[in-house]
């Protein structure tokens, strides 16, 4: 099983950026899939999920109307675009797998990426 993530980068308060996850090794549209963050020194923080069919999404509210998740089963692809971005935002940036439901909560999650580093500097 294989999460990667790429995208991630150095840009200014305001800027945007495109996050993506390539899967691989599962069975994609079986899952729901999910992105976290964690900032340094911080707790891993939910970010946004969707299901497995892309039918229904959900995010944190701080994020809520700047962020955007989608997913494409034929490709096994998850991304997240985010608008507006803030120097809150900074962090690493994960993409999840879990096979239940879709989930804000990290514990339903199964496979992890390794992360991408996204810094916004104001």
């Known amino acids: 099983v294989q999460l990667v993530e790429s995208g991630g980068g150095l840009v200014q308060d305001g800027a945007s950026l495109r996050l993506s996850c390539a899967a691989s090794g599962f069975t994609f549209r079986l899952y729901a899939m999910g992105w976290f963050r964690q900032a340094l020194g911080k707790e891993r923080e939910f970010v946004a999920t969707i299901s497995r069919s892309a039918s229904a999404t959900y995010y944190e509210d701080s994020v809520k109307g700047r962020f955007t998740i989608s997913r494409d089963n034929v490709e096994n692809t998850v991304s997240l675009q985010m608008n507006s971005l803030k120097s809150e935002d900074t962090a690493v940036y994960y993409c999840?797998?879990?096979?239940?439901?879709?989930?804000?909560?990290?514990?339903?999650?199964?496979?992890w990426g390794q992360g991408t580093l996204v810094t916004v500097s104001s």
């Open positions: 999840a797998a879990g096979a239940g439901y879709y989930s804000s909560d990290y514990r339903t999650y199964t496979y």
